[in-house]
């Protein structure tokens, strides 16, 4: 492996790996080996990715990014035998008839189905598949590899296997132009409101001083509310767009959520438990505000430049660039490559 690597970067990614090791707290789970198997993600990955059964788009903009780059990214190989996944191409709109034919095909015509009934597939759907009652579909879903949009409803996410696509930042331009040196922090939360999602909610927020609720759906001073905010609220369902920018602008993301949610982003790369706050709408603006002003400074501190260090690695770029959102949701594949395949045995 080692002799293939080039070693710019191989150099480049122990200066990455010594500068993440400075900084403690680190935002990884796990630290020391992250960018060492990332490493070897990028001189080894082989993806084979199935002809789909008719060209098709992704309405959805992060997901039709997301595929785009993969159509054309380094990792794919024309040879499925040294393949570690492959990947089934379907159009969003595909009725679960047409799913289920389309992996019976797969499962006719290749070896490679049954080998693992599915496990070493992948698969892209923005609201992620429901289970059903066809053997083939249903296989797709408890087996394979679903790559959906963030958030994704309860059912149709499965811990552990499933990832989700961070939100797309529309305007990471205006981050690199922020200024670096944050001014006074006025507020104790900000809330990007899309005027819809936790409506009682935000209604009781906007009445308590201490937090800014914003309504503009483009706010012109977004960056600014950031940056006077010690906290960003994010209603689970609601805007979440916005929060890549939050975090690279030190502030740290308090998902408001009634349930446990295991459909972050990145949730095998990033120490999500440390570096943010799930809060329930229970007990409304008062409870919000006393599960904030619980948070330490000193532990504050510590999540701000963890949130801050993490959101580089949500940043979508037409061109994937290292360690990005894109190389981010590859890696977390590239965990996933290790499923048991049996040798094909003949029926007597
Ligand atoms: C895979 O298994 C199914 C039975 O479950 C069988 O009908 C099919 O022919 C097998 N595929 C291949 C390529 O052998
Ligand atoms: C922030 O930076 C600006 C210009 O770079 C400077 O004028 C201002 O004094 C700084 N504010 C603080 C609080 O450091």
């Not at 296989?139 to 409803?153: G, M, R, T």
């Not at 409506?199 to 001083?209: G, I, P, V, Y």
Request: net charge neutral; proline share 7%.
């Amino acid at each position: 492996m080692a002799t293939t690597t080039p070693v710019f970067p191989l150099l480049l990614l122990l200066l990455l790996l010594l500068s993440a090791a400075a900084a403690s707290p680190s935002p990884y789970l796990s630290p020391t080996t992250l960018f060492q198997n990332y490493q070897n993600m990028l001189t080894n990955f082989k993806i084979f990715i199935y002809a789909p059964a008719k060209p098709f788009t992704f309405q959805n903009p992060v997901a039709s990014l997301f595929y785009n780059s993969l159509l054309k990214s380094p990792f794919n190989t024309q040879d499925p035998n040294e393949a570690h996944l492959f990947f089934v191409p379907f159009s969003p709109d595909t009725s679960t008839r047409s799913l289920a034919r389309l992996v019976r095909n797969f499962r006719v015509k290749h070896p490679y189905w049954n080998r693992t009934l599915g496990a070493d597939h992948f698969f892209l759907s923005p609201a992620g598949i429901d289970y059903s009652a066809d053997r083939n579909v249903l296989e797709l879903k408890k087996n394979s590899v679903q790559i959906s949009v963030f958030p994704v409803i309860s059912g149709n996410f499965i811990p552990h296997k499933d990832i989700t696509l961070p939100p797309l930042n529309p305007s990471a331009s205006v981050i690199s132009a922020a200024p670096e040196n944050a001014s006074t922090m006025s507020f104790l939360g900000y809330l990007k409101w899309d005027g819809e999602t936790e409506s009682n909610f935000a209604e009781e927020l906007k009445k308590d001083a201490d937090f800014l609720v914003d309504i503009e759906r483009d706010s012109l001073d977004q960056v600014g509310n950031i940056q006077t905010s010690k906290f960003c609220l994010l209603f689970y369902g609601g805007d979440v767009a916005w929060m890549m920018e939050a975090m690279a602008l030190g502030c740290v993301p308090v998902v408001i959520v009634d349930r446990p949610i295991q459909d972050l982003p990145l949730m095998d790369v990033l120490r999500w438990s440390d570096l943010s706050l799930l809060v329930s709408t229970r007990g409304g603006a008062k409870r919000l505000k006393e599960v904030l002003n619980s948070v330490s400074e000193e532990e504050y501190g510590g999540m701000k430049r963890m949130a801050s260090a993490a959101s580089k690695h949500l940043v979508w770029n037409e061109e994937p660039q290292p360690l990005d959102a894109f190389h981010m949701v590859i890696y977390q594949l590239w965990l996933r490559r290790h499923t048991i395949r049996y040798a094909r045995r003949e029926s007597v």
